[in-house]
Each structure stands twice: as structure tokens, then as C-alpha cells.
């Protein structure tokens, strides 16, 4: 490294640099925000890791409350690193990391835990070197306990004196121009939205040999094989670009890419698959990356961001602002915490804390929860956001557990824990956000829900939200529960929650998600199979209120059921959303909440899509544990996963189809200019009724009707179809019932036969008519009443 210097120090006080540490032409600026800190040091490392400083700088406190410095000569992939005195440790000369001179408590009467002994990295930093679980600490001797702070002797010393500067995280100075292609800016009805974590997405070795799989899948000809180094990465992700736009999603929501803490060995209580634990919110995970050098996992993920946008495709990002990595009071104890950044530096700004300054969790279960009275908590947020939508191109975000950015703990007694729960629909927070969203062309979605409230629709105007009711009352409905009532308005859009949100657009409609079963074992499990060995397990928590049903057992039904959930989705009026691997029949032997998995079971196996029997073929090579096999075999050829295609066909059914992309709910009226879902009982006459299993939905639209035919109850059901305008007829288009799983229950639109005035529906299946303009030369309309 060349000579480091500080330069016009005088200047650094009065300075307005932004946040962050940033290159410029004249050197290098920093700023971290620390208003209760009495000193600040930067320090520069020449390792991330067994090495002390090579530099320290004292920097300047500005009016703001944030401490400045620039700083000329350093070189890009500089390591970084700061120590912060407080009231509660105030600075001596004679201090030296690693000893306990000038301490007085562990923490100040605001509750911020300024400790010098340690190391912090920016919380603005763009990269980081490690995260707290790293494996290669035990290369020292040491393991993530050297964080802590607190009286506790560890080897011999007090915890709070063990100095952590050759072990903590660093930022990384970065400075990326790799250009990222242009947003496909598509408007949010037309989206399907498939959730996905990187890993999961090409770490499965089956994505070496994609062209073979899929070479006799139409419409998957650009698909190509990803090579060993780059399964399992931001750049194996973009080159996934081609299955799943021919696949027939739109939008790709990848489960948390910030930098999270996760050991790389996946060490028993080191692990962390799903990644919702973040470490820092402007870094990208720096374990997907192919390329691990400073800079390659910004660049990279730029890469994989283009790849997605050159094939029309967006990237949702899904981000957890609601808690941090930094975790909360170590056994309960006020004095003791484990913080490596935002907590180092202003705990009583960031988190909230009890009357006594013990951390809160109460809405998150995760140790810690963020303070959204404080301003710089919703700076944090704002500043991450334009970074990954300007910088990083995201096109859109899942925030987990958003609620807890609706809530003002500032606003009531910090123990006062039934106003502390008060969710706030006007919070500036949730205000700023639907405003940034809107200038920038984003979509932002809630998790409208956590630990202390459940709030599906009480978002401001501008937010989508993940539609929980939705959920339920498909699941419920779709096992035979005749919840008829909550059926129809979900079913519908759920007016009566969204009609001020901005549109239909903003529910998005979801019967599985990551966490909880996924489509397939929903039909196959009665209860969660959490506890049974790896790969499938074990695993802790998991929801014991399913919804689900094994189906009696049956196979055949199974695979009736899946195809009946996918035709709701995919009818339904909002914006879709599938989890990754429904399409093809994924299982995770009934795992509801495989969270700190790092397992190749977990992952996409696309060895199941080119067969007819998908749970039945091999996890991997060397892994000895089976898929329990729940659905058999479909009545198709041996190649065919009709699974597989039958959710090809509805993807691309919807895009297709501007009255299956609708932002408004219709006037209810028949056979005028706008869309209307119209409900109706089986044989037509009247409004279903609470308790009705089976119904009928005109998708009313002008020159382009859809009438579908549910039948959930137990036994077979006439359906009464009348007939279409002059000059129309009507097709078949959908067929759930097993009759037809050899030619994958779906006919190409205006292939179908023609049919009309009714059918006869078998239990536990959905029938689709396509009105179609009526052909020159009429085909012999089909007899009715009969089987379809």
C-alpha cells in the first residue's frame, strides 16, 4: 500500500460528505453516523483476517452527529475498520487495544455500547470481507464469542477486553462502473413472480446437463448447462435467464443476496440457507459469488442482473430491514451483545430497547428488532434502497416482516408492550418508501405481517402486499372446507382489502412461499415432517397450521389437487406468485421450515422435469436419502412430466390474455367494456352461498370469456354453461380431472373441442371453456351434459 495521508483535517468537522466511505478524485471519504460517541478511529488492515491495523485515523465529528474523514492514497480493495468511545468508555491515551483502560460500564445510560476493543466495518460499506460465522476464524483459534462484550472470562480475560481487530468483518473500498442492461420496465399486473434463493435456483448438479434434460421440452431450445464454478452463484442465477423465461414467469424474487451471516462449512448453528439474517444492507452476499475477489461479488451480481433484463425479465430483491445479524443480549444479560457494526456505533438510534436497555424482539423472534421512531434507522433503509434500484438495478422488493417498519416504539413507554405494538398505516417510513417506489418505477411489497399483528391491507396507497388471506382461504376452499365466502373475495382480488392500494395489481397471490410446505407436499402431508435426518432435516420451528391435506393417500389425487392449485393461482384476479420447483413436482419429504438447510435436497433437481415420475428420481450422485415419492407416476409418457407442462401452459396463458392481467376489479355487469369476475352456482341460477363447494366464475371480458367450473366437493357435479354471444362458441381449454392427465389436461387455445351447454365434473377438479370466435366452417359441436 502506498503512503496513506489525511488531508485538510481542518475541513473534516464542517464536512457533508454523504454516508458511506466513497472514492473520489481527490481521495477517499468517510462518514459514519455515531452521535453519542466521544471518538472515532478509522483504521485501515492490510488482511481481513490475523493481522492488527497498518493505519488509524481519529476523525471529526460533525453538528449531525456524523464523524468525517479523507483520506489520500489508498487503493481500491482497502480494508476498513473503525473503534468508537462513548460516554460509557471514554478515551485515555494510555488505552491499547485489547485492555480495559478508560472503561467504566458496558453501556451508557441511553443504552449505546461503545466499545474500543471492537472492530466495527461501516454499515454503508458496498462489500464485506466475512461475516461473524466465517469458518476461518478457528484458523486463529478463535470463534465468533471474541465479539462480545460483557464481564464474562474467556481464557482468562474479561470478553469486553478481547480486542477483535484481526477477526472482525471489514468494509471493503470498492469503486464498480459495470453497466447493467436497462429495466424491463414492466407494469406490475403483468407479472408472475417466481421466489427463489441463488443457490437453490443452479446449485443442484443437474444444471450441467440442462440441454439435455430439456432438449425435448418446447420452447426451452436457449437453455444452456451451467459448469461446476458457477452453480450455485449470482452468475449461475443469470444463466438460468432462459429456463425461466420460457418457463412463463416474468419476474424473478430472489430470497436475501444482502451479505448475512452463515458459515461456509455449514457448521451445526452456523448456518443459514434461506439468508434472513443480514449483516449488512448495502453489501451483496459475497458466498454467491463465483468471483470472490474485492469487487467481484458487486460486479457479478450486476452480471446476473443484465442477464435477467436481456431476457425481459425483472429481479425482485427480497430485504430484511426489520432485525440485523448483530443479534440481541447475550444470555438475557444487559451488559453482554455482539455488535460488529450499526450497534457499535449508535445502538440507542437503530434498535429498540426496554425501559432497562435490554434489546426487543417481541415482533421478530430474532433477538433484535430496528427502531423506526429513529431517523437515521429510516435513513439506513431509504439510502439501501436507492443503492440496490439505482446502482444495482432491482426492479422491485419483498420486505420481510414489513410491519415492524410500520411501528414508532419512540411513540409510546418502552414497556408499554400493547401501544409498542400499534401498527401505524401512515408511518413515514411506509410513506417514503411508496413515494421513492413511485419515482423510481419500483414495486414494493409487504409481508404484511410478524409476531405482534396481522395487517394484510392496511399498507399506505402504492405498496403490494403478499396476500395472506389468499392463502388461506385457497387452501382451505381447495380441500373442501366451503369457505365459499373468502373463496370469492380473494378469488377476486379481495376489494374489500386493496380497492385504495392502487389497484388489483397489489395483491399478490400466493399459495406457497419458502417458508411452510410447497405445493407439493401441501397435498401430500397432513402435519410437518421436520424432525427426520439430513438432507430433509431435521429442522426447528415450522408452522403446525398448515391447511393441508395428504389426500386421502392417493396419488392420483395428488396430482389432481396440484393442478387444481395452479389453475386458481393462474385465474385469479391480482398478480401471481409461485415458489421455485412447483412447476415440476419439487418435494421436501413435508419439511416446513428448512431455513438452515444448506442442503442439495433443497435445491431445484431439474432431473425431474424430463419424467413422468418426478418424485422418484435420484436427490443426487452420493446421496443415498430418497424424495419420498408422493405423486407416482403421470399417465404420460415417460419423458413428460405433465406437471411440468401443465404449468408452462397457464404462465403462459396469462401473459397472453390482458383480462388475466387487469389493475381494476370490474363493475360486476355482464358483457360490458370492463373485466368482471361473476360468480355463480353450478347450475347458473343464483349466487354461491357460504358452505358451497362447487361453483362457477365468468371471466367476463369482452371478446375474450373464460367460464371455470370448480368442483371441491366429494362427488361429481353438473355445471349449466350458457351459451356464448353470436358468432362465439365455446372451446375446451382446462381439464384438472384425471380423464385427461395423458395429454396434460389442457388443449391449445383454439384447438379444443367445441362444447356447449354443460358438463358433468368429477370431485375435486376444475373445468376451463374458452369462448373463441365460432370457425367458417362448424366443427360438430360435442353433446352436452356430458363428462369433460
Given at each position: 500500500?502506498?503512503?496513506?495521508?489525511?488531508?485538510?483535517?481542518?475541513s473534516w468537522?464542517?464536512?457533508?460528505?454523504?454516508?458511506?466511505?466513497?472514492?473520489?478524485?481527490?481521495?477517499?471519504?468517510?462518514?459514519?453516523?455515531a452521535?453519542?460517541?466521544?471518538?472515532?478511529?478509522?483504521?485501515?488492515?492490510?488482511?481481513a483476517?490475523?493481522?492488527?491495523?497498518?493505519?488509524?485515523?481519529?476523525?471529526?465529528?460533525g453538528?449531525?452527529?456524523?464523524?468525517?474523514?479523507l483520506?489520500?492514497?489508498?487503493q481500491?480493495?482497502?480494508?476498513?475498520?473503525?473503534?468508537?468511545?462513548?460516554?460509557n468508555?471514554?478515551y485515555?491515551?494510555?488505552?491499547?487495544?485489547?485492555?480495559?483502560?478508560?472503561?467504566?460500564s458496558?453501556?451508557?445510560?441511553?443504552?449505546?455500547?461503545?466499545?474500543?476493543?471492537?472492530?466495527?466495518?461501516?454499515?454503508?460499506?458496498?462489500e464485506?470481507?466475512h461475516?461473524?460465522?466465517?469458518?476461518?476464524?478457528?484458523?486463529?483459534?478463535?470463534?465468533?464469542?471474541?465479539?462480545?462484550?460483557?464481564?464474562?472470562?474467556?481464557?482468562?480475560?474479561?470478553?469486553?477486553?478481547?480486542?477483535?481487530?484481526?477477526?472482525?468483518?471489514?468494509?471493503?473500498?470498492?469503486?464498480?462502473?459495470?453497466?447493467?442492461?436497462?429495466?424491463p420496465?414492466?407494469?406490475?399486473e403483468?407479472?408472475?413472480?417466481?421466489?427463489?434463493?441463488v443457490?437453490?435456483?443452479s446449485?443442484?448438479?443437474?444444471v450441467?446437463?440442462l440441454?439435455?434434460?430439456?432438449?425435448?421440452e418446447?420452447?426451452?431450445?436457449?437453455?444452456?448447462?451451467?459448469?461446476?464454478?458457477?452453480?450455485?452463484?449470482?452468475?449461475g442465477?443469470?444463466?438460468?435467464?432462459?429456463y425461466?423465461k420460457?418457463?412463463?414467469?416474468?419476474?424473478?424474487?430472489?430470497?436475501?443476496?444482502?451479505?448475512?451471516?452463515?458459515?461456509e462449512?455449514?457448521?451445526?448453528?452456523a448456518?443459514?440457507?434461506?439468508?434472513y439474517?443480514?449483516?449488512?444492507?448495502?453489501?451483496?452476499?459475497?458466498?454467491f459469488?463465483?468471483?470472490?475477489?474485492?469487487?467481484?461479488?458487486?460486479r457479478?451480481?450486476?452480471?446476473?442482473?443484465?442477464?435477467f433484463h436481456?431476457?425481459?425479465?425483472?429481479?425482485?430483491l427480497?430485504v430484511?430491514?426489520?432485525h440485523?445479524?448483530?443479534?440481541?443480549?447475550?444470555?438475557?444479560?444487559?451488559?453482554?451483545?455482539?455488535?460488529?457494526?450499526?450497534?457499535?456505533?449508535?445502538?440507542?438510534?437503530?434498535?429498540?430497547?426496554?425501559?432497562?436497555?435490554?434489546?426487543?424482539?417481541?415482533a421478530?423472534?430474532?433477538?433484535?428488532?430496528?427502531?423506526?421512531?429513529?431517523?437515521a434507522?429510516?435513513?439506513?433503509?431509504?439510502?439501501?434502497?436507492?443503492?440496490?434500484?439505482v446502482?444495482?438495478?432491482?426492479?422491485?422488493?419483498?420486505?420481510?416482516?414489513?410491519?415492524?417498519?410500520?411501528?414508532?416504539?419512540?411513540?409510546?413507554?418502552?414497556?408499554?408492550?400493547h401501544?409498542?405494538?400499534?401498527?401505524?398505516?401512515?408511518?413515514?417510513?411506509?410513506?417514503?418508501?411508496?413515494?421513492?417506489?413511485?419515482?423510481?418505477?419500483?414495486?414494493v411489497?409487504?409481508?404484511?405481517?410478524d409476531?405482534?399483528?396481522?395487517?394484510?391491507g392496511?399498507?399506505?396507497?402504492?405498496?403490494?402486499?403478499?396476500?395472506?388471506?389468499?392463502r388461506?382461504?385457497?387452501?382451505?376452499?381447495?380441500?373442501?372446507?366451503?369457505?365459499?365466502?373468502a373463496?370469492?373475495?380473494?378469488?377476486?382480488?379481495?376489494?374489500?382489502?386493496?380497492?385504495?392500494?392502487?389497484?388489483?395489481?397489489k395483491?399478490i397471490?400466493f399459495?406457497t412461499?419458502?417458508?411452510?410446505?410447497?405445493?407439493?407436499?401441501?397435498?401430500?402431508?397432513?402435519?410437518?415432517n421436520?424432525?427426520?435426518?439430513?438432507?430433509?432435516?431435521?429442522?426447528?420451528?415450522g408452522?403446525d397450521?398448515?391447511?393441508?391435506w395428504?389426500?386421502?393417500?392417493?396419488?392420483?389425487?395428488?396430482?389432481?389437487?396440484?393442478?387444481?392449485?395452479?389453475?386458481?393461482?393462474?385465474?385469479?384476479?391480482?398478480v401471481?406468485?409461485?415458489?421455485?420447483?412447483?412447476?415440476?413436482?419439487?418435494?421436501?419429504?413435508?419439511?416446513?421450515?428448512?431455513?438452515?438447510?444448506?442442503?442439495?435436497?433443497?435445491?431445484?433437481?431439474?432431473?425431474?422435469?424430463?419424467?413422468?415420475?418426478p418424485?422418484s428420481?435420484?436427490?443426487a450422485?452420493?446421496?443415498?436419502?430418497?424424495?419420498?415419492?408422493?405423486?407416482?407416476?403421470?399417465?404420460t409418457?415417460d419423458?413428460?412430466?405433465?406437471?411440468?407442462?401443465?404449468?408452462?401452459?397457464?404462465?403462459?396463458?396469462?401473459q397472453?390474455?390482458?383480462?388475466?392481467?387487469q389493475?381494476?376489479?370490474?363493475?360486476m355487469?355482464?358483457?360490458d367494456?370492463?373485466?368482471?369476475?361473476?360468480?355463480?352456482?353450478?347450475?347458473?341460477?343464483?349466487?354461491?352461498?357460504e358452505?358451497?363447494?362447487?361453483?362457477?366464475?365468468?371471466?367476463?371480458?369482452?371478446?375474450?370469456?373464460?367460464w371455470?367450473?370448480?368442483?371441491?366437493?366429494?362427488?361429481?357435479?353438473?355445471?349449466?354453461?350458457?351459451?356464448?354471444?353470436?358468432?362465439?362458441v365455446?372451446?375446451?381449454?382446462?381439464?384438472?380431472s384425471?380423464?385427461?392427465?395423458?395429454?396434460?389436461n389442457?388443449?391449445?387455445?383454439?384447438?379444443g373441442?367445441i362444447?356447449?351447454?354443460g358438463?358433468?365434473?368429477?370431485a375435486?377438479?376444475?373445468?376451463?371453456?374458452?369462448?373463441?370466435?365460432?370457425?367458417?366452417?362448424?366443427?360438430?359441436?360435442?353433446?352436452?351434459?356430458?363428462?369433460?
Amino acid at each position: 500500500m502506498t503512503d496513506v495521508i489525511a488531508l485538510a483535517q481542518d475541513s473534516w468537522s464542517r464536512a457533508k460528505w454523504p454516508l458511506g466511505t466513497h472514492p473520489h478524485a481527490e481521495g477517499v471519504t468517510f462518514a459514519v453516523y455515531a452521535p453519542a460517541a466521544t471518538r472515532v478511529e478509522l483504521e485501515i488492515y492490510p488482511e481481513a483476517l490475523g493481522v492488527s491495523a497498518s493505519h488509524r485515523f481519529r476523525l471529526a465529528k460533525g453538528r449531525d452527529g456524523i464523524w468525517r474523514g479523507l483520506l489520500q492514497g489508498l487503493q481500491f480493495g482497502a480494508l476498513i475498520g473503525f473503534r468508537a468511545w462513548g460516554r460509557n468508555w471514554p478515551y485515555r491515551k494510555r488505552w491499547r487495544p485489547g485492555t480495559q483502560i478508560g472503561f467504566i460500564s458496558d453501556l451508557d445510560e441511553h443504552g449505546n455500547r461503545f466499545n474500543p476493543n471492537k472492530v466495527l466495518f461501516d454499515p454503508y460499506a458496498r462489500e464485506v470481507t466475512h461475516n461473524v460465522f466465517t469458518d476461518r476464524l478457528g484458523e486463529f483459534g478463535v470463534n465468533d464469542g471474541v465479539f462480545g462484550t460483557g464481564g464474562d472470562i474467556v481464557d482468562g480475560v474479561t470478553r469486553r477486553s478481547i480486542d477483535t481487530g484481526p477477526y472482525a468483518p471489514k468494509g471493503v473500498l470498492i469503486a464498480d462502473y459495470t453497466p447493467v442492461t436497462p429495466k424491463p420496465r414492466r407494469p406490475a399486473e403483468k407479472a408472475v413472480i417466481y421466489e427463489v434463493q441463488v443457490e437453490q435456483l443452479s446449485g443442484h448438479p443437474s444444471v450441467a446437463r440442462l440441454t439435455q434434460l430439456l432438449g425435448r421440452e418446447p420452447g426451452f431450445e436457449d437453455v444452456v448447462d451451467i459448469q461446476e464454478d458457477f452453480q450455485g452463484t449470482y452468475k449461475g442465477a443469470g444463466m438460468m435467464a432462459p429456463y425461466l423465461k420460457a418457463l412463463g414467469v416474468t419476474t424473478v424474487e430472489l430470497l436475501p443476496i444482502h451479505e448475512h451471516n452463515a458459515s461456509e462449512s455449514a457448521r451445526e448453528g452456523a448456518t443459514n440457507a434461506w439468508g434472513y439474517m443480514t449483516l449488512s444492507f448495502f453489501a451483496p452476499n459475497r458466498r454467491f459469488a463465483a468471483d470472490q475477489s474485492w469487487g467481484g461479488p458487486t460486479r457479478e451480481f450486476k452480471e446476473m442482473v443484465s442477464a435477467f433484463h436481456d431476457a425481459g425479465l425483472e429481479v425482485y430483491l427480497d430485504v430484511v430491514y426489520n432485525h440485523t445479524a448483530e443479534g440481541g443480549n447475550w444470555n438475557g444479560d444487559v451488559n453482554t451483545t455482539g455488535f460488529t457494526s450499526l450497534g457499535g456505533f449508535a445502538c440507542a438510534e437503530y434498535y429498540q430497547m426496554t425501559a432497562d436497555k435490554i434489546m426487543v424482539d417481541g415482533a421478530t423472534g430474532t433477538s433484535n428488532q430496528l427502531n423506526y421512531s429513529s431517523d437515521a434507522a429510516r435513513r439506513l433503509v431509504l439510502d439501501s434502497l436507492r443503492y440496490w434500484t439505482v446502482e444495482m438495478q432491482a426492479d422491485g422488493f419483498r420486505f420481510d416482516l414489513a410491519t415492524v417498519l410500520g411501528r414508532l416504539p419512540g411513540a409510546a413507554d418502552p414497556d408499554d408492550w400493547h401501544r409498542q405494538r400499534r401498527f401505524f398505516s401512515d408511518h413515514p417510513l411506509l410513506v417514503d418508501i411508496a413515494t421513492f417506489a413511485k419515482e423510481e418505477n419500483i414495486e414494493v411489497i409487504a409481508e404484511a405481517w410478524d409476531l405482534w399483528g396481522y395487517e394484510v391491507g392496511n399498507f399506505p396507497r402504492g405498496w403490494g402486499e403478499w396476500n395472506g388471506r389468499y392463502r388461506d382461504a385457497v387452501r382451505r376452499f381447495s380441500k373442501g372446507d366451503g369457505n365459499t365466502v373468502a373463496f370469492i373475495d380473494t378469488f377476486n382480488g379481495d376489494y374489500h382489502h386493496f380497492h385504495d392500494s392502487g389497484g388489483a395489481q397489489k395483491t399478490i397471490n400466493f399459495i406457497t412461499a419458502h417458508d411452510g410446505f410447497n405445493m407439493a407436499d401441501l397435498v401430500s402431508y397432513q402435519h410437518k415432517n421436520n424432525d427426520q435426518p439430513p438432507p430433509f432435516g431435521p429442522s426447528d420451528g415450522g408452522s403446525d397450521d398448515n391447511l393441508s391435506w395428504d389426500s386421502g393417500g392417493s396419488q392420483s389425487l395428488r396430482r389432481q389437487r396440484l393442478r387444481n392449485l395452479w389453475a386458481i393461482l393462474f385465474l385469479s384476479r391480482g398478480v401471481p406468485m409461485v415458489v421455485a420447483g412447483d412447476e415440476f413436482g419439487r418435494t421436501q419429504n413435508g419439511n416446513n421450515n428448512p431455513w438452515a438447510l444448506h442442503s442439495i435436497a433443497m435445491r431445484n433437481n431439474y432431473a425431474m422435469i424430463p419424467t413422468n415420475a418426478p418424485q422418484s428420481v435420484p436427490v443426487a450422485d452420493g446421496v443415498d436419502a430418497p424424495y419420498h415419492d408422493n405423486l407416482g407416476r403421470f399417465d404420460t409418457a415417460d419423458h413428460v412430466n405433465g406437471m411440468f407442462r401443465f404449468a408452462r401452459f397457464l404462465a403462459h396463458l396469462r401473459q397472453r390474455h390482458e383480462s388475466l392481467q387487469q389493475r381494476s376489479w370490474g363493475d360486476m355487469i355482464a358483457d360490458d367494456k370492463d373485466v368482471s369476475y361473476l360468480f355463480h352456482t353450478p347450475s347458473g341460477e343464483g349466487f354461491p352461498s357460504e358452505g358451497d363447494r362447487a361453483l362457477a366464475i365468468q371471466i367476463d371480458s369482452p371478446g375474450d370469456d373464460f367460464w371455470v367450473m370448480i368442483n371441491m366437493a366429494g362427488h361429481e357435479v353438473e355445471f349449466t354453461v350458457p351459451p356464448p354471444p353470436s358468432g362465439y362458441v365455446w372451446r375446451r381449454l382446462i381439464n384438472t380431472s384425471a380423464e385427461f392427465e395423458s395429454r396434460c389436461n389442457f388443449w391449445q387455445e383454439g384447438e379444443g373441442a367445441i362444447v356447449s351447454g354443460g358438463v358433468v365434473l368429477p370431485a375435486w377438479s376444475i373445468a376451463v371453456w374458452q369462448e373463441r370466435p365460432e370457425p367458417i366452417r362448424r366443427s360438430r359441436s360435442v353433446g352436452t351434459r356430458r363428462r369433460r
